[in-house]
């Protein structure tokens, strides 16, 4: 995860962070996994209903015989806590904001594996390119 973490940060690939960078980051993993509490929920469509109006969407739904609409989170201790950190430490707070999305992608990629679906597409939501 600490490569992702970094890809969240900004940080070019051939650039290695110093030991206190990747400390903080494991720091940050750590703690958003003691206080996170994924959930999720989802619902299976047949119909594409109003999401084929918009162009972003019809190149990821064009074909598809179905499609999820998926909610998930860590809860809200993960943006409380962020909160606090935003007021003490915001170099740390920036480092556990990307912790917690990183976290919240692999909580979501571990829920996928587990759906009762033969073949899933590419999962995209808000803040995803377009």
């Keep these: ?16 962070p110093d030991d206190e ?7 940050a993993l750590q703690e958003v996994a003691a206080c996170s509490q994924f959930n999720y929920r989802y619902a299976q469509y047949r119909d594409a209903f109003d999401f084929m109006h918009h162009e972003g969407y019809q190149q990821y739904l ?7 609409l998926c909610a998930t ?3 809200t201790s993960v943006d409380r806590q962020l909160k606090r950190w935003q007021v003490r430490d915001m170099r740390y707070a920036v480092i556990f904001d990307a912790a917690a999305s990183v976290y919240l992608e692999h909580q979501a ?18 803040g995803y390119g377009n």
């Design 62 to 68: 064009s074909g598809a015989e179905s499609f999820l």
């Design 109 to 126: 990629d571990d829920f996928e594996k587990h759906l009762p679906f033969e073949q899933l597409g590419f999962r995209f939501c808000p």
């Design 73 to 75: 989170t860590l809860g």
């Design 21 to 27: 960078v990747r400390n903080l980051i494991q720091q």
């Design 1 to 16: 995860m600490l490569r992702d973490v970094l890809r969240y940060l900004g940080y070019p690939s051939n650039i290695e």
